[in-house]
């Protein structure tokens, strides 16, 4: 799960890695008293869930009170688009206004799980403040990468490595060791994917500060900190993901036309294959798992159905726990309170499968039956060519 800026600072503020001081502004009315607060100049930032948002115009700088409100004024409300939005942006509906600091030097400090190495490895550069992966696809000799072994953790001479191969010397290389320490045991503590300081930057007065945060923390770790989840953010998320993450269901939207509905997660990734195969694009992943009522199901398929862009559904079912009939019930169940309004194949074998194809035949919608995954591929390549 990721959480916006501000509240990673607050994470970073309680491990003692150092930050700017900072008010978050949801209103362009309530930044003078953040900038009364912090004294002059400012920086206005967009906070939302994406990175590159100086290159979109959601980073500006201020001298005065009102180049503060002029910038907060531009950023909320706008639909910033980065490489990390998509093209249509997200809406920004709050900034953060922080003390502006002298910029000496600007480095990359992050660290990610590796699971080609299962360890927690250190991604480090001297050329931070831009696009790390475009540094790493041009210069590749300026990312530095130390693996730690969790079991292990954080040692003295992963530290002295970092340090050397970032060229720091003075206060600043001591005041490191105590930066990565407590940002390593942030990771491993709060059972984060990622943590990010980009740009870690040497003041002129020789001290470190995270200009940026960006945490993301496994989202099957939440029921051990309730304070995590409670940053949730649903503005940041898509809503038909919010909506099945409700009814406990596994659905990520993609951008394709034909909706898919599984069980399991290795079913789905086999039938996104096929849809592929067959010329289409999946327009979602949906794993209603192997336990699923007819309540589930038809909650599954009423959220693939409010995707507009889809123009037809596969469905592809092993009964076994999911028995054949339960899902059939669903799907009739979804059909008739929504509105069936696009063509569905459906391919299913397992318990009660005789019951579940008799249970679509008579349902009186245009539910296609496929005997097999060859058969399915045919059906939703016609659906593709619609």
Do not use: W
Not at 305 to 330: E, M, T, W, Y
């Amino acid at each position: 799960m990721k959480i916006h800026e501000y509240q990673a600072k607050e994470l970073f503020r309680t491990y003692t890695i150092p930050v700017p001081d900072g008010v978050v502004c949801e209103t362009s009315a309530a930044v003078p008293g953040a900038v009364a607060s912090l004294g002059l100049p400012v920086a206005v930032k967009a906070q939302v869930h994406a990175g590159g948002r100086g290159k979109g115009g959601g980073v500006r700088l201020a001298k005065s009170g009102d180049e503060a409100v002029a910038a907060a004024e531009a950023i909320l409300g706008m639909e910033l688009i980065t490489q990390q939005t998509g093209g249509t942006g997200k809406r920004v509906n709050k900034v953060l206004v922080e003390s502006g600091v002298s910029i000496a030097r600007e480095l990359y400090l992050s660290l990610i799980v590796n699971r080609d190495d299962a360890t927690v490895t250190i991604i480090a550069s001297p050329d931070g403040g831009m696009d790390i992966e475009e540094v790493a696809a041009r210069t590749p000799e300026r990312i530095i990468k130390i693996g730690i072994n969790p079991l292990l953790g954080l040692k003295p001479y992963h530290t002295r490595q970092v340090v050397v191969a970032l060229g720091l010397s003075g206060p600043p290389a001591k005041q490191f060791g105590v930066v990565l320490a407590n940002l390593y045991r942030l990771f491993i503590e709060y059972d984060c994917s990622l943590v990010e300081i980009n740009p870690l930057i040497v003041t002129s007065d020789e001290n470190l500060v995270a200009l940026d945060a960006k945490v993301d923390i496994d989202a099957n770790s939440l029921f051990r900190h309730p304070d995590i989840a409670a940053m949730r953010d649903p503005l940041e998320e898509d809503p038909q993901e919010l909506e099945a993450s409700r009814f406990d269901l596994n659905y990520i939207k993609l951008e394709g036309t034909v909706g898919n509905m599984v069980n399991g997660a290795g079913l789905a990734m086999a039938t996104m294959d096929l849809i592929k195969q067959a010329g289409a694009e999946p327009a979602n992943f949906l794993d209603v798992g192997g336990g699923a009522t007819a309540e589930k199901v038809e909650n599954g398929f009423r959220i693939i159905l409010s995707d507009p862009h889809v123009k037809g559904i596969f469905i592809n079912i092993f009964g076994g726990i999911l028995r054949c009939d339960i899902l059939a019930q669903g799907v009739v169940q979804a059909a008739r309170a929504i509105g069936l309004r696009v063509p569905v194949v459906v391919r299913m074998e397992g318990t009660n499968v005789d019951e579940g194809r008799r249970i679509l035949a008579e349902s009186g919608f245009e539910l296609i039956n496929a005997v097999d995954l060859t058969d399915a591929a045919t059906k939703v390549a016609a659906i593709a060519d619609r």
